[in-house]
């Protein structure tokens, strides 16, 4: 049975300017200690979808009926609880805890005015039985296990006094704080330099080792993605186009929007610096989505059938598939 | 090539001085500490480097928002440090800048139109309202976006869009020189490559020249001729975009290159990488000798004492004594 399962999950904002559909019917699975990619632009969903399912949606967001999210064995669909006082406490139990979430600004997410000490023995405290002392024991164990050198002594220090870096390893100091089954990382290494981000990055891919979490990797980085995950969905749109394992989203992409993603990358093998081909026009705005598919406005290979309906999913292996209209039996058949 | 170069930088330092009060000691952020390099007519100088390593403080020099402490800059064989009145009138309408930030760099109370004239305004380019606009409506179609866009304000636009009307703006008193500090890295991968596209053409259009300031190196190499490395206000290696990245010979920008995430999972998963110990120093106090030699795994007792010269390997320079012949 899988970690994760999200089933048709559609996520709407309420604004001033109507209503966003920020997650347009979205459903993926995580299995133990896998790593998934979700790779999309900004305002693809990539983000709400993750923010549905942890819990953690602002205020005017609403999530649509029919969706329908298990997390280890557990219901966690915010319909299915009576009310919403109990969601809450039901989330809070499993966030932190069993679920933990790394966020792109380690700045914002660190509590300035807290010692770097009660952030990290927080989360222990709150979810388990130790003692304030064996809490401390373990922040330091965390501290050791995500390389921050001489964890005694910056113990007490204040988040301000952490470069970048260091600030990003203490936060997955705390996602680890309770041993996680599953790690929801949004853009973990999107603020830090380069060096920085190989060093973030390596510090993920071994406690992917050694812990078994289940991690999903929340990027636009498709090189980020490449060195870590085993599975990439490709999100566009508020929809995933294309998931599948890494080498079949890279080697044999189907989606026109994935490939458009993969060409327009600077190849490193290339001396040549023939022009880029980037991917005309841009995003489509979620307010008043096509009617089909959502990438039909940059695609050149759109058809008139693209426009109206949207495309269902073609599968091409267990772990592949696509939801193009070009992929389509009956598309196919009439060429 | 005898031909002079657009624009030339000689030993140039940008210090700040941070000191906190009267009594305590002077402390000195040197962002930009002895940096020398040449731009050719009608080609792209990439900057490269991390936060923190002066790329940003040196574009900034050179357009004269600060005054080096040190060293000189030659726009088209003049010095410019002490340039005023009618000469840095047209220094300023030569050189132009676009900016990181697309949010942030475009008035949000100016329609487009307005953005793009008023350069045209300050430099007084043209003498009547209707050649502005008929020259604003011509650029917008140069930099991709339509006509009708002029009465619009600038957040009724993507980021990517933004930053064509940037481009617009630079464009709008025809420079010669365009400093671009990390005009892509706000923007997404789809929306990236039609900005460095554009970029691309323009400059063969219109025979300009670069200075190209961003911290990813693949992105850099596709568009510079040269590329200049930088680390803790220092150049560390520079020469033909080409050899900097396919074959770097700077520890630094060896492990700067290694640590790109390279988007190809069999690759990506076997490649073992140069991962770099530690941070940048504080360039407040910056290490004695080679700014690199705290974390450089082949550091020797010299390197910490001693700055290296540059020293000359082909077509390239780089300051490091492993190169020393």
Same mark, same amino acid.
């Given at each position: ?28 699975? &995580? ?104 809490? &401390? ?18 113990? *007490? ?133 096509? $009617? ?44 | ?18 000191? $906190? ?119 917008? *179609? ?16 993507? %980021? ?46 219109? %025979? ?62 076997? *490649? ?16 004695? %000798? ?21 020293? $000359? ?11 020393? $012949?």
């Amino acid at each position: 049975m899988a970690l994760l399962e999200v089933k048709n999950l559609k996520t709407d904002f309420i604004t001033d300017q109507g209503i966003v559909q920020a997650v347009r019917d979205v459903s993926f699975q &995580v299995n133990d200690g896998e790593v998934l990619g979700i790779v999309g632009e900004s305002g693809s969903g990539k983000s709400q979808t993750m923010y549905t399912i942890i819990g953690l949606l602002a205020e005017n967001g609403v999530v649509g009926d029919g969706a329908d999210i298990k997390f280890d064995g557990k219901d966690i669909t915010p319909s299915h609880f009576a009310n919403k006082k109990e969601y809450t406490e039901a989330m809070r139990k499993i966030r932190g805890n069993d679920m933990a979430m790394i966020f792109q600004d380690p700045m914002t997410f660190l509590n300035p005015i807290m010692t770097i000490e009660n952030q990290l023995i927080e989360p222990i405290l709150e979810h388990t039985d130790m003692t304030k002392a064996q809490a &401390v024991e373990r922040a330091l164990e965390l501290m050791r296990l995500v390389g921050i050198p001489s964890p005694e002594s910056r113990l *007490k220090q204040y988040p301000f006094e952490f470069s970048g870096g260091m600030r990003q390893r203490i936060i997955i100091a705390i996602a680890l704080a309770n041993n996680p089954k599953l790690i929801i990382a949004d853009e973990p290494t999107t603020a830090l330099d380069v060096t920085i981000q190989a060093q973030v990055l390596e510090l993920i891919d071994n406690i992917r080792n050694d812990t078994n979490s289940a991690i999903i990797m929340i990027t636009h980085d498709l090189g980020v993605v490449a060195k870590l995950c085993d599975r990439i969905a490709i999100m566009y749109g508020g929809k995933i186009v294309e998931i599948g394992t890494d080498r079949e989203i890279f080697y044999e992409p189907k989606h026109p929007y994935t490939m458009g993603l993969l060409n327009c990358i600077s190849n490193p093998d290339d001396e040549s610096k023939s022009p880029l081909t980037p991917i005309p026009g841009s995003p489509p705005d979620l307010l008043d989505p096509p $009617k089909g598919c959502p990438f039909v406005d940059r695609c050149d290979k759109a058809m008139k059938v693209c426009k109206y309906h949207m495309p269902g999913e073609t599968v091409f292996s267990e772990t592949h598939s696509c939801s193009c209209w070009l992929q389509d039996e009956r598309v196919k058949n009439n060429e | 090539m005898s031909e002079q170069p657009i624009l030339k930088v000689n030993n140039v330092k940008t210090h700040f001085d941070v000191t $906190k009060g009267i009594f305590s000691p002077k402390q000195i952020v040197k962002a930009v500490d002895g940096v020398s390099f040449e731009i050719k007519h009608n080609e792209t100088f990439g900057l490269v480097g991390e936060s923190g390593c002066g790329k940003s403080t040196l574009g900034r020099t050179i357009v004269k928002l600060y005054d080096p402490v040190e060293g000189n800059i030659e726009f088209e064989g003049k010095d410019i440090s002490n340039i005023k009145g009618d000469e840095l009138k047209a220094f300023r309408k030569n050189v132009q800048m676009i900016f990181q930030d697309p949010y942030a760099s475009l008035n949000p109370r100016m329609t487009v139109g307005e953005i793009i004239k008023e350069p045209m305004i300050i430099h007084k380019i043209y003498d009547t309202d209707e050649e502005r606009e008929a020259r604003a409506v011509e650029l917008l *179609k140069i930099v991709g976006l339509k006509p009708d866009h002029i009465r619009r304000y600038p957040q009724e636009f993507s %980021g990517g869009q933004r930053q064509r009307i940037g481009v617009a703006r630079a464009l709008a008193v025809n420079p010669k020189f365009i400093v671009c500090d990390e005009p892509i890295s706000a923007l997404d991968v789809s929306i990236q490559a039609q900005v460095v596209n554009l970029l691309k053409n323009i400059q063969e259009e219109m %025979g300009l020249s670069y200075l190209f300031i961003a911290h990813d190196l693949s992105m850099v190499k596709y568009i510079s001729d040269e590329i200049g490395v930088m680390y803790l206000g220092h150049i560390v290696e520079l020469g033909p975009s080409n050899d900097v990245y396919y074959r770097p010979l700077h520890p630094y920008t060896q492990a700067l290159l290694s640590a790109i995430p390279v988007p190809d999972p069999d690759t990506a998963k076997s *490649k073992s990488r140069i991962v770099l110990e530690g941070e940048i120093p504080s360039p407040i106090n910056p290490p004695k %000798g080679c700014p690199f030699c705290t974390r450089c795994s082949k550091a020797t007792e010299r390197c910490r004492n001693q700055v290296p010269e540059p020293v $000359k390997v082909g077509e390239r320079t780089v300051w490091c004594f492993l190169y020393e $012949k």
